[in-house]
């Protein structure tokens, strides 16, 4: 059954200005910019002096569904422009230890002796993450302001590890997330 009118509403934070051109939203806060395109979607972005209003007209369940997506994307660059995205990946091997080299301006990372292999992956890392090591043994964090971008790059290195042929409960090693979290907190409201 259709609803008539679904809406949802999201409240800008002070430090971020926001720009809605056609479905395309563009945010800007003290970390950059993020710009993010809902045109396959059939809804209204409408800006106001503290919100943002989504609004689907004669929606089924599916366009109700993605008022909510679209507000949640929102909050997400909203997060991204003021505290940014850090994800920590560690590598766990039982045998060979897995070397982890950061190269080409920290956007490209290579994995060596994966399971005692020579050959030597690469993954290149997306627009605007950047990867470093966190000073612990076979730990490197990935940084950036896109949730989506830092999440895919951190699955690339993951995927890039994956084991073939062989029973996967039993060989365990590969390079995995260990923890997700924001590059600077938000100081605390009173």
Known sequence: MKQIEVSDSINIP???????????????????????????????????????????????????????????????????????????MKSVYAHFPININIINDNTLVEVHNFLGEKFVRKVNLLPGVTCKPTGNKDEIMLEGNDIENVSRSAALIQQSTTVKNKDIRKFLDGVYVSEKTNIDELPEED
């Open 14 to 88: 002070a430090e971020c200005k926001v720009t809605i051109d056609r479905r395309i939203v563009t945010v800007a806060g003290p970390r950059g910019i993020l710009k993010k395109n809902f045109k396959h979607l059939q809804c209204e972005l409408i800006p106001n002096k503290s919100s943002i209003t989504i609004r689907v007209w004669f929606a089924n369940r599916k366009a109700i569904a993605c008022v909510r997506t679209i507000c949640s994307h929102i909050e997400n660059m909203f997060t991204g422009v003021r505290q940014g995205y850090k994800y920590k």
